[in-house]
């Protein structure tokens, strides 16, 4: 059973920092890309980062890029996103997923297979 476990949200303020987790299991890690998205209330889900596990690739949208990092612990199965420098437009819930490694699709939401229950993020101004 592919499960995907998201952890580390929370309230912090502007310019504050948080470190989302995203534990995986289920299926080869190594295998596929891992992307981080957000769904703020009544705004559609936008993707953040994404990475290649096989070869740790990282990728960035322009909301990310400068203040957010991806990374992977392929012994632990797991992806981090270390969020620095949040802003309030950063609040939403947070979702890891995993979907093919195909660079032209990883920013679509809608090619992932399997997501988290999803993690709340909170910045007050």
């Known amino acids: 059973e592919v499960q995907l476990v998201e952890s580390g949200g929370g309230l912090v303020q502007t310019g504050g920092s948080l470190r989302l987790s995203c534990a995986a299991s289920?299926?080869?890690?190594?295998?596929?890309?891992i992307g981080w998205f957000r769904q703020a209330p009544g705004k559609e889900r936008k993707g953040v980062s994404y990475i290649m596990i096989k070869d740790g690739s990282t990728h960035y949208t322009d909301s990310a890029k400068g203040r957010f990092t991806i990374s992977s612990d392929n012994a632990k199965n797991t992806v981090y996103l270390q969020m620095n420098s949040l802003k309030p437009e950063d609040t939403a819930v947070y979702y890891c997923?995993?979907?093919?490694?195909?660079?032209?699709?990883?920013?679509?939401?809608?090619?992932?297979?399997?997501w988290g229950q999803g993690t709340q993020v909170t910045v007050s101004s």
């Open positions: 289920g299926f080869i890690f190594e295998d596929y890309v």
């Open positions: 997923a995993v979907g093919r490694p195909i660079i032209s699709a990883m920013a679509d939401w809608k090619m992932y297979y399997y």
